[in-house]
DNA sequence: ACAGCCATGTAACTTGTTACATGATTTT
DNA sequence: AAAATCATGTAACAAGTTACATGGCTGT
């Protein structure tokens, strides 16, 4: 639901078509998360059949504007106030793969976390990279891309640190030699 | 594609059937994740479709059991060996919402940080109870559930962090009282 | 002229998800 | 006898994703 809530609180601050919001989006989130341009299109057509937003007309330059019904104000206000539910997570590829790995036999157990690690310390690099380039101007977008590089840099981190306990459990396993 | 992959590699052990292959995914991973029984029948369709795992008749208790074909043990191989990419991460909806709230008007990005901080920290605590309790058996699919527990609870000590890292950048914006 | 971006869309698809139906077996 | 669990499935749908088509406009 993350795109559609995304378009949604997108358009409470004003009227915007499909083009713009998917430019907007990536000027407060940065490249991490790319939006293909069609998904925009399919998404609004979605948010139009429920009811979230209507057609406007146009802007003077040809653009179909799309703004919020009181249905989609609402939809809106709800998503930002309510938090994200930690009761069901998503689900962790990487925690599934190790947990499944463990259990079964004949796979690779330290080398899947070695693999891993260096993947995500190279993520955690690019991440470190991208946030030094990206020095903070004032402009609240760009804070905004920082406080996402920042999160990446956070997950990575605790990744990295998750895969090192594995390891150590691992050898507590296969003999404490 | 995480749970095709699950049912696959706990296919790559040994024969399955479907009722089998959720109650294991869950003595593997716990709770956190439940898996509707329904979805691993949609699931299995889905995999002899793309001929990943073939009907295998029954066990003699009338189970109808599946097992990996070539191209499916081909399959659970490379997902186990291949490290999870890091360069197209997931969408966190959580980073995403605090962003786009960041640089919208009228929203309570304080109030976000707050609400969102207090149901982390109740889902770590229950993280953190649940760990105790699963007191580690020499069995492996403990430890397995201990080291999903772990995850858990890694990213989301990363994710409480990152909402005081929030915290403190919007106290620099609004004025450094 | 040509490349590239701006702009809108559609068709087809995948994975995940749930609600429901059905019946056998086991436990209380 | 009733309730719970075991076991298999189906129908319908949501959300995300991409490949493709189409045309205008802009800069070189």
Redesign the interface.
Known sequence: ???R??LL??L??RPRYGYQLRTEFHE??GS???LNIGQVYTTLDRLERDGMISRDGDDGAGHILYSLTPAGADEVRT???T??????????????????????????VG??IQ??R???I??LQEYTRARRDAAAQPR??D??????L???I??????V??LD??EA?LMQ?TGPA
């Open positions: 639901m993350s795109i809530h995304s609180a997108l409470q601050d407060r989130t991490a998360w790319p998503w930002l106030r938090p994200v539910g930690r009761s069901n997570p998503p689900r962790n590829e990487l925690a599934i793969k190790l947990a499944l790995a463990l259990t079964l036999p004949g796979a690779d080398g899947i693999a891993q260096a993947v995500s190279r993520a609240l977008t804070t905004a891309r920082l406080l996402v920042d999160s990446l956070f997950q990575t981190e605790a990744e640190r998750w306990l594995c459990r396993l």
